[in-house]
């Protein structure tokens, strides 16, 4: 499984923002997908998780950011009223029955 993460760039406190992940090769084998990020200095955090129907979402995030999967290939998370706090470089992953793969990671910036 290849995973393409997309979307992040500079945004300003408030505004909103969508990140995109794509997933070639073995997706029929892909049990759950999600959104990991990694803020400077400071360990790489789970933000959101899919699994089938279940949704789960870091405290930090919940209620602002929306995790989707819009395909069985691909994996959405909607921002909206970003932090500062939330500036990190954004990974999705996907796991199957034996792995966890990963994608590049995007930057997402939010200042004003």
């Known amino acids: 499984v290849q995973l393409q993460a997309s979307g992040g760039g500079l945004v300003q406190p408030g505004e909103s923002l969508r990140l995109s992940c794509v997933a070639s090769?073995?997706?029929?084998?892909?049990?759950?997908m999600g959104w990991y990020r990694q803020a400077p200095g400071k360990e790489r955090e789970l933000v959101a998780l899919?699994?089938?129907?279940?949704r789960r979402y870091a405290d930090s995030v919940e209620g602002r950011f929306t995790i989707s999967r819009d395909s069985k290939n691909m994996l959405s998370l909607q921002m909206n009223s970003p932090e500062p706090e939330d500036t990190a470089v954004y990974y999705c992953y996907a796991v199957d029955s034996s792995q966890t793969y990963w994608g590049q990671g995007t930057l997402v910036t939010v200042s004003s």
């Open positions: 899919s699994t089938g129907s279940i």
């Open positions: 090769g073995r997706v029929f084998a892909i049990n759950g």
